[in-house]
């Protein structure tokens, strides 16, 4: 098993940025990839970026590049996700996810999550 907890929610004003970490623990020498996903209020669960564990490729949903970065640190099996530029409909609640086949929207594990608010 593999456990993932969030930290680095909160609430910002738009244009702001935030940091969200990830850290694993348990099997982690199991884990293929790590990423994130968020859940808006009354819409389905929507891939943001994903980090290859020993290769480092990294995807972006398309519509985050450039904004969102997402990075790893191996030493502490710890994911992060610095999203810049924040805007009123990043708001979700953002999911931390560990899994082979990530950019299908399938993870063998989740976090809790951890709420990211945008004010305008």
């Known amino acids: 098993q593999v456990q993932l907890v969030e930290s680095g929610g909160g609430s910002v004003q738009a244009g702001g940025s935030l940091r969200l970490s990830c850290a694993a623990s348990?099997?982690?020498?199991?884990?293929?990839?790590m990423g994130w996903f968020r859940q808006a209020p009354g819409k389905e669960r929507e891939f943001v970026a994903a980090?290859?564990?020993?290769?480092?490729?990294?995807y972006y949903a398309d519509s985050l590049k450039g904004r969102f970065t997402i990075s790893r640190d191996n030493a502490k099996n710890t994911v992060h996700l610095q999203m810049n530029s924040l805007k009123p409909e990043d708001t979700a609640v953002y999911y931390c996810?560990?899994?082979?086949?990530?950019?299908?929207?399938?993870?063998?594990?989740w976090g809790q999550g951890t709420q990211v608010t945008v004010s305008s």
């Open positions: 996810a560990a899994g082979a086949d990530l950019l299908s929207g399938v993870a063998d594990y």
């Open positions: 348990g099997r982690t020498f199991s884990v293929y990839a």
């Open positions: 980090i290859s564990w020993s290769v480092g490729n990294i």
